[in-house]
Nanobody, 124 residues
C-alpha cells in the first residue's frame, strides 16, 4: 500500500490543523491506520491508530483529548485532526498502515507500511 500525507504547515500555539493521508494500492479497509511523528535527532513516536472499521482508536498520552484520528474507507483516506497545538507537537508527521490484527500496544514499535511525512510547525 502506498501512502501520501499532506496538510502540514505553520500554526500558532493553541491553533488547529488537519492532516490527511491518501492510500492506494491495496484494499484500504483491510489495514489498521496510524500516525507517527518525528523530531530531528529523536526517535519516531507513535501518535494515534484507528482500526479497520472505525470502531477502535488509540492515542499516545501526550495527544489524547487534543488529537482525533478518523478514516473514510470510501475515500481511502485517514485524517488526524489536531487541536490545542503546542510547540512540542512540532515534528514531521507520517501516516502508516498495519496489515495485522488490532493490537494497539504494539504500535509504539511501528507499523508495516510508511508514507512520506508532512511537516507541522507550531510557533509559540
Amino acid at each position: 500500500v502506498q501512502l501520501q500525507a499532506s496538510g502540514g504547515g505553520l500554526v500558532q500555539a493553541g491553533g488547529f490543523l488537519r492532516l490527511s493521508c491518501a492510500a492506494s494500492g491495496r484494499t484500504f479497509s483491510n489495514y489498521v491506520m496510524g500516525w507517527f511523528r518525528q523530531v530531528p535527532g529523536k526517535e519516531r513516536e507513535f501518535v494515534a491508530a484507528i482500526s479497520w472499521r472505525v470502531r477502535d482508536t488509540f492515542y499516545t498520552d501526550s495527544v489524547r483529548g487534543r488529537f482525533t484520528i478518523s478514516r473514510d474507507n470510501a475515500k481511502n483516506t485517514v485524517y488526524l485532526q489536531m487541536s490545542s497545538l503546542k510547540p512540542e507537537d512540532t515534528a514531521v508527521y507520517y501516516c502508516a498502515a498495519d496489515s495485522g490484527s488490532w493490537r494497539p500496544n504494539q504500535y509504539y514499535y511501528g507499523m508495516h507500511y510508511w508514507g512520506k511525512g508532512t511537516l507541522v510547525t507550531v510557533s509559540s
